[in-house]
C-alpha cells in the first residue's frame, strides 16, 4: 500500500516538474510560436478562434504549432529524461 501511494505521489511530482520546465522553455519560443502555443495549450484556444484573433490563416496557425512544438520537444528532452532518471 505504501508503495502504491509514493508511485502517485511520485507521478504528481514528475507532472509538475514536467510542467515547470515546459512553461520556462515556452516562455522562451521566439513569436510567433510563442503566442500561438500558448493561446492553444494554455489558454485551450480551438485553432479557429486562435486564425481569427491572429487574423492569420488556419494552415498557418496549424505550421505554427506544429512548428512551435517540435521545437519544444527538442528543447525539454534533456530536462524530462533527467527528471524520469530521477525519479523512476
Not at 503566442?35 to 505554427?64: A, G, W
Amino acid at each position: 500500500f505504501i508503495q502504491e501511494e509514493d508511485s502517485e505521489i511520485n507521478i504528481y511530482e514528475i507532472q509538475e516538474k514536467k510542467a515547470e520546465v515546459m512553461k520556462k522553455h515556452i516562455s522562451k519560443l521566439k513569436n510567433p510560436y510563442r503566442k500561438v502555443i500558448e493561446m492553444r495549450e494554455i489558454q485551450k484556444m480551438s485553432y479557429k478562434d486562435i486564425s481569427d484573433k491572429l487574423n492569420l490563416n488556419l494552415s498557418t496557425v496549424k505550421s505554427q504549432i506544429r512548428n512551435g512544438r517540435a521545437i519544444l520537444v527538442k528543447e525539454t528532452k534533456k530536462e524530462f529524461d533527467e527528471i524520469d532518471e530521477m525519479y523512476l
